[in-house]
């Protein structure tokens, strides 16, 4: 019957996206019990973060605000994800690469606003891509677990750049907040538009992933990446050049996160300072593994967490909640989204199922052997 | 510079390196427990951050810190064991996993703890080793905490058991390769998980160090990375719990040594001396590891060398 | 894979977050009270800055027709621009307190700019007249005389004539307690030396510890600090029966035995300033400074363990303050390395605007910057 075969169709076409659903929804119970348990208006606060995260327009400027470096610092995890890789160290290529945009304009003459930052970018992306490249290059010359030391390295990161920031590269100025020499006004990025105040970095960020996208699942070396990601020894095999492809995608994840570092910088701070060090590149991970390393969903968890940062001034203002509640829905939702994953198998399964149109006997038609 | 007394400075360094040590000390022998069996636990930042509110909280409402200790562990036990279980589901990225259970553990540690941020608890008692002497820095350096004598004592009862008794037998077969084990009628699955809890019971205790006795207070900076540290102190130590005892000591005195050098009038760079250790790691992990071999020693199930 | 499901679940979430919106708009209503907003950078009760901070935003709870709300741990980033403009736009906040020092530039010069009909005080002395927008000002302590007085009363109790100072960053603001810590207690007896060690950040409890630790080993019998949060250190000195003095708030409680005296904001002054001056319809208040005669700080009731010609020394100073006559900083003033930094005969003021950028350590104070 043509109703239950498009629905059997909606079902399968659905069903990927059922650990999700299951993940927000547990996550959504947990939090209420977690509130109701202490006597705390769970249910008001789960509508104060629909509401702040999407409830108005402002809400949204603030949400997306939030996910713009997250974009930038979650493909940092997925593209060398790709190729079987597990990079933690965003973080210190964000920071490194916000140094290098913020002190470019002093190692340059006075250049045209667009061509600085061309240039501001390329060395932002160009820092950090070495950064993380080194991860990889270890992992390949020397076999060293490029998880712990892409997370080495973005400790020795964090502790350079404030070592710089408040030596060397002090702006003398900057008294009593160490900083770089602030960028010239016309350096500075502003918002899309003076309705929508969300800056560039959104643009970048988005762009970013479609890009990344084209490249992972449309592209030959986005093909290479993923035979060398999903078997090494296949790839070794066919003859891919497997060092130069995990290079690649390390340099490419370091470049996003320096590219993230280079917008804080230059449409947010104005200049490099400890404020920089704001966990966009932990965040950056959750972001990839929860949107599974694919680059379009990457974008739409990253707003997902955006909203969940936006949404918790107003559980502060107005239910008195501590801020560590945001903390905690973002851990439920994220431990939820990756223990739903394991009904992943089944899904292929059911998929399957669902797929085949139902078997209808007819009278009689077994006894026809 | 002030007269640089070099006893006293090498004293108050030992002093110190005990002092900030003993935290790496357990969470390091619970991480080793748990990737000796198979299984990488990042999510001990956030059980170590759990474990020092709870043990707070807990000698806070009791009046006994032992009790809060008792509580730390407890909390470590059952965010361990959840860590455990979902890493057992299939397709569940262990690492993935351990950075979302840090917020989880993190967020519910800062939400339960802002009643306890303002009141003191009591401390852990304190072994007075120096009392013999009239100097009050000799007595206090020597001051060492209960807890450092009971995280040598593991460290000694795990590096005796995994190498002479079944368990540890067991343990370690299930870690290096799990289709033997399976064979020899063990489950791989259920040792993990037994694994993982009693590693996050010890990170807990190791929480529970911070804020009932040194620093001593409950407060959201508690940690400073001290949980992902201890994962690259068992690597350095390359899945030994002697080496991770003297691994320990070493990261304690790399955390020690920049106030006692600027205590007698050496002070710059200080950012750099926190990154030390760090930087220490990462060049005997390069200069140890061979391309195909990667580390020696480690587990061959875990995820982090294959 | 398809994203359709987590599309689906922000399209669902923003119309339970429309819905719930609607009733905001009693916000607006003509007969509202002030509504006032307090922005913290750490937790609210952290025994030090932020604590100063919010007892005084509790007493102005208690003001007739005003209404509070306060948002804790938010950092310096794009995160406090959404906040301010969020107690603006979803509370209908007209003067807010952000209260970190790195809020201002550029965060609430942006903000401000953006709504001229709110107001902003920033605490911490960074508005300048041809620059920064009208309804923008800041204010600030000269705290600097409480610790002169601090030091005056470790001075006399120190029985090893060593005294130790915990600081977080060598800017001008914590040289400047650090100095006049240093120079009171050499004016009770010149060969009294502090020393001085550099945490790195405002907030690292272990390293606080183990710096107060190290400097008591070192013979220091008296600590004072200058970091967000001095309860470790207080209670760290009390365990070894060491003395302290404490800073922003009191920290009596704390050590029973050991406590002298503390230096404390009393933020209440400004607060009440700048509700009264709105309130009144007055223009904003730009640049609003203190000490204690203006009593913008304060300091805490001397403990148990001070002696009689302790207190009358202290109090001798602190009644000279209050008259306007005392000049902490004049010369002839040497720095740790021989030089002079004050000239014989020149005394700076404490509205000085030399004494806002230095960067030197006096003659008495071991370490470097």
Not at chain 1, 144 to 149: A, D, G, K
Not at chain 2, 147 to 153: E, K, S, T
Not at chain 3, 62 to 69: A, D, G, S
Not at chain 3, 86 to 98: E, N, S, W, Y
Request: with cysteine; charged share 15%; hydrophobic share 50%.
């Amino acid at each position: 019957m043509n109703a239950s075969r498009t629905l059997r169709r909606l079902a399968g076409a659905l069903l990927p996206g059922l650990p999700t659903l299951l993940a927000v929804l547990s996550s959504c119970v947990l939090f209420v019990l977690f509130l109701a348990v202490q006597g705390k208006p769970a249910w008001q606060a789960l509508q104060l973060v629909g509401e702040g995260a999407f409830g108005s327009w402002f809400a949204l400027e603030n949400t997306l605000q939030r996910s713009a470096p997250l974009m930038l610092t979650a493909l940092c995890v997925a593209l060398p994800a790709r190729a079987g890789l597990i990079i933690i160290g965003g973080e210190g290529a964000l920071v490194l690469g916000g140094l290098a945009a913020a002190v470019t304009p002093l190692a340059l003459p006075h250049l045209a606003p667009w061509l600085m930052l061309g240039c501001m970018g390329i060395a932002a992306m160009l820092t950090g891509a070495l950064w993380i490249g080194l991860s990889g290059w270890m992992r390949q010359r020397r076999g060293v677990n490029e998880t712990i030391s892409s997370l080495l390295l973005s400790y020795i990161a964090l502790a350079l750049f404030r070592q710089l920031v408040e030596g060397p590269l002090r702006d003398p100025a900057s008294l009593n907040k160490p900083s770089t020499r602030p960028l010239d006004d016309a350096y500075l990025i502003g918002t899309i538009s003076d309705s929508f105040e969300v800056h560039w970095g959104l643009v970048a960020g988005v762009i970013a992933c479609v890009l990344a996208y084209v490249l992972v699942r449309h592209s030959v070396k986005g093909f290479a990446l993923a035979v060398v990601g999903g078997n090494v020894r296949a790839a070794l095999m066919i003859g891919l050049p497997v060092d130069r492809l995990i290079l690649l995608s390390c340099l490419l994840g370091g470049a996003a996160a320096g590219l993230a570092g280079m917008f804080e910088v230059t449409a947010v701070q104005g200049s490099a300072n400890a404020a920089l060090i704001a966990g966009y590149g932990t965040s950056g991970i959750l972001v990839a593994f929860a949107a599974r390393h694919h680059p379009l969903a990457i974008i739409a968890c990253a707003v997902l967490l955006g909203g969940l940062e936006a949404s918790g001034g107003l559980l502060q203002r107005r239910l008195g909640l501590p801020d560590a509640t945001t903390l905690i829905l973002e851990g439920l939702l994220f431990t939820n989204l990756l223990l739903w994953e394991a009904l992943g198998g089944r899904l292929a399964a059911w998929r399957l199922k669902l797929a085949q149109p139902p078997v209808t006997l007819e009278k009689g038609a077994l006894q026809h052997g | 510079m002030a007269d640089i007394d070099l006893s006293t400075f090498v004293l108050a360094l030992l002093a110190g390196s005990i002092r900030v040590g003993t935290p790496f000390l357990f969470v390091s022998l619970g991480e080793c427990l748990t990737e000796k069996s198979g299984r990488i636990n990042l999510g001990l930042e956030g059980i170590l951050v759990a474990g020092a509110m709870s043990g707070y909280a807990v000698a806070c409402m009791s009046g006994s810190a032992w009790l809060g200790v008792g509580a730390a562990a407890g909390v470590g036990l059952l965010l361990g064991l959840l860590h455990g279980v979902a890493c057992s589901l299939p397709r569940v990225n262990d690492i993935a996993f351990g950075i979302a259970l840090i917020l989880l553990g993190t967020g519910l540690a800062f939400f339960l703890g802002k009643a306890f941020i303002q009141p003191q608890a009591p401390m852990l008692p304190s072994l007075a080793l120096g009392a013999w002497s009239t100097a009050e820095r000799v007595r206090s350096a020597l001051n060492i905490n209960v807890l450092f004598f009971v995280g040598v004592a593991l460290a000694f009862v795990l590096h005796w058991g995994l190498r002479s008794t079944r368990w540890g037998l067991m343990l370690r077969l299930v870690g290096d390769h799990a289709e033997s084990a399976q064979a020899l009628g063990y489950r791989p699955l259920r040792v993990r998980i037994v694994a993982t809890a009693i590693g996050g019971a010890l990170a807990g205790i190791g929480g529970a160090y911070l804020s009932l006795y040194y620093p001593g207070s409950w407060n959201e900076g508690l940690s400073s990375g001290q949980g992902l540290m201890a994962v690259a102190l068992v690597i350095f130590a390359r899945w030994r719990p002697l080496a991770c005892l003297w691994a320990s000591l070493l990261f304690g005195a790399a955390g020690a040594i920049g106030p006692a050098l600027q205590a007698v009038g050496i002070s710059s760079g200080y950012y750099l001396f926190a990154a030390a250790p760090y930087a220490l790691t990462l060049v005997v992990m390069y200069a140890t590891c061979r391309r195909g071999r990667t580390l020696g020693g480690a587990p061959g199930e875990l995820s982090l060398t294959r | 894979m398809s994203n359709v499901d987590r599309r689906n679940f922000i399209k669902l979430a923003s119309i339970i977050g429309l819905g719930a919106a609607l009733p905001l708009s009693r916000a607006w209503s003509a007969d509202a009270p002030l509504v006032v907003g307090f922005i913290y950078v750490g937790a609210r009760d952290d025994f030090g800055y932020n604590q100063a901070h919010a007892q005084a935003a509790a007493i102005i709870k208690t003001l007739p027709n005003v209404k509070v709300i306060e948002e804790e741990n938010v950092p310096e980033t794009v995160a406090v621009q959404k906040t301010m403009e969020a107690m603006i736009r979803q509370d209908g906040a007209t003067l807010l307190f952000p209260t970190s020092f790195g809020y201002f530039d550029p965060h609430v010069v942006k903000v401000a700019k953006k709504y001229p009909d709110v107001r902003f005080a920033h605490c911490g002395g960074l508005w300048q007249k041809d620059r920064d927008p009208m309804n923008a000002g800041s204010f600030f302590g000269y705290i600097d005389e409480a610790q002169y007085l601090n030091g005056v009363v470790a001075g006399h109790m120190s029985q090893s004539k060593k005294l130790g100072f915990i600081a977080a960053k060598p800017v001008p603001q914590v040289l400047r307690n650090l100095n006049a810590f240093a120079m009171g207690a050499r004016s009770v007896d010149p060969g009294i030396v502090t020393t001085v060690i550099f945490t790195g950040d405002w907030s690292l409890p272990v390293k606080e510890a183990e710096a107060a630790n190290s400097l008591i080993d070192q013979g220091c019998d008296v600590l004072t600090c200058h970091v967000d949060g001095p309860k470790v250190i207080v209670e760290t000195a009390e365990k070894r029966g060491a003395m302290t003095c404490g800073y922003h708030a009191s920290q009596a409680a704390l050590a029973p035995k050991g406590y002298l005296t503390g230096a404390e904001w009393n933020w209440e002054t400004p607060y009440r300033a700048h509700v009264a001056a709105i309130q009144s319809g007055a223009p904003m208040i730009n640049f609003l400074r203190g000490g204690l005669k203006e009593g913008f700080v304060k300091t805490s009731p001397y403990g148990p363990a001070v002696n009689a010609p302790a207190k009358q020394q202290a109090d001798a100073i602190k009644a000279q303050m209050l008259a306007g006559s005392f000049v902490i900083f004049k010369g002839p003033l040497k720095d740790n390395k021989g030089s002079v930094v004050i000239a014989d005969g020149v005394a700076q003021t404490q509205t000085d605007i030399a004494l806002e950028s230095m960067n030197y350590l006096v003659e008495g104070v071991i370490g470097q910057i």
